[in-house]
C-alpha cells in the first residue's frame, strides 16, 4: 500500500523513513494564515493550539488526498497530513520567518517550559472511492536549559535552522543540545507522531506493517 505525505518537512519525511515507509511527497496548497483567520472571523473566537493544529493538518491532508491520484495515477493507500504549534504563556508560535523573531522566541523559552501540539490527519485514497479520514493531536511538553546564553541564541539564530521551525527549535539538530527534557512522545516534537500516526491508520482499515518498504 502507498503512503504520500502532505509535506515538504525534511524532519517529517526523515521519521517515515526511520519507520520503514519510504513515502510520495507532495506540497499542500494551503494558505495557512487565511484558514485561520477565516476560521476564527466565521466563528467569532481564537481558535484553541489543539483546533489549530488539527484544521491545518487536515486541510493539509485533504488538499492533497484530492490531487494525489491526478499527480500519480492509481495512487491507492495513505495520505498523512501535519502541523504543530509551540505554545508558550497561553501563546501559540508558529515560524518565526525572521531572525529578530526566532531571537526573541528564545529569550523568552530559555528556562521555560511549553508545550507542542502536533496534528496529524490521515486519509485513505482509492480509485473510484470517496476518502475516509482519521485525525488526533499529539503533545510534549518540553523544557529549554536555562543557561542558554545570548551568544548561544546569536549562534544558533545566524545557523538559520530555526527560522523555518515551529516554536524556533529542533530537538533533531543543533537545537537539541539546548533542551533538557521532553514530557510526551518525542516524535511529536520532531514533527510526526508516528504512535499516533499508526493508530489513526488502522482506525482506516489498514495495518501499519503493510506500510512498510518491501
Not at 473566537?45 to 489549530?52: C, V
Not at 531572525?99 to 490527519?121: D, Q, Y
Not at 551568544?151 to 527549535?169: M, R
Request: charged content about 25%.
Amino acid at each position: 500500500m502507498q503512503v504520500c505525505l502532505a509535506s515538504t518537512s525534511p524532519a517529517r519525511l526523515m521519521l517515515l523513513r526511520q519507520a520503514g515507509i519510504e513515502p510520495l511527497t507532495l506540497a499542500p496548497d494551503v494558505d495557512e494564515d487565511a484558514v485561520i483567520e477565516g476560521i476564527e472571523a466565521e466563528t467569532g473566537r481564537t481558535l484553541s493550539p489543539t483546533e489549530h493544529v488539527l484544521v491545518l493538518a487536515r486541510r493539509k491532508a485533504a488538499d492533497v488526498a484530492a490531487r494525489v491520484g491526478t499527480e500519480h495515477p492509481g495512487f491507492a493507500g495513505i495520505v498523512i497530513g501535519g502541523d504543530s504549534m509551540f505554545e508558550l504563556d497561553g501563546a501559540i508560535h508558529g515560524k518565526p520567518h525572521t531572525a529578530e523573531a526566532a531571537t526573541a522566541r528564545w529569550r523568552a523559552m530559555r528556562g521555560r517550559t511549553g508545550v507542542l501540539h502536533s496534528g496529524h490527519s490521515v486519509f485513505r485514497v482509492e480509485p473510484g472511492v470517496d476518502a475516509v479520514e482519521a485525525n488526533g493531536v499529539a503533545e510534549a511538553s518540553v523544557t529549554f536549559a536555562a543557561d542558554i546564553t545570548d551568544d548561544e541564541i546569536d549562534a544558533y539564530i545566524a545557523t538559520g535552522e530555526p527560522l523555518e521551525v515551529a516554536g524556533a527549535f529542533t530537538i533533531d539538530a543543533r537545537g537539541a543540545a539546548f533542551i533538557e527534557s521532553v514530557d510526551g512522545d518525542p516524535h511529536a516534537v520532531v514533527g510526526l507522531s508516528v504512535p499516533l500516526v499508526r493508530k489513526l491508520v488502522r482506525s482506516l482499515g489498514v495495518e501499519w506493517t503493510d506500510l512498510w518498504d518491501a
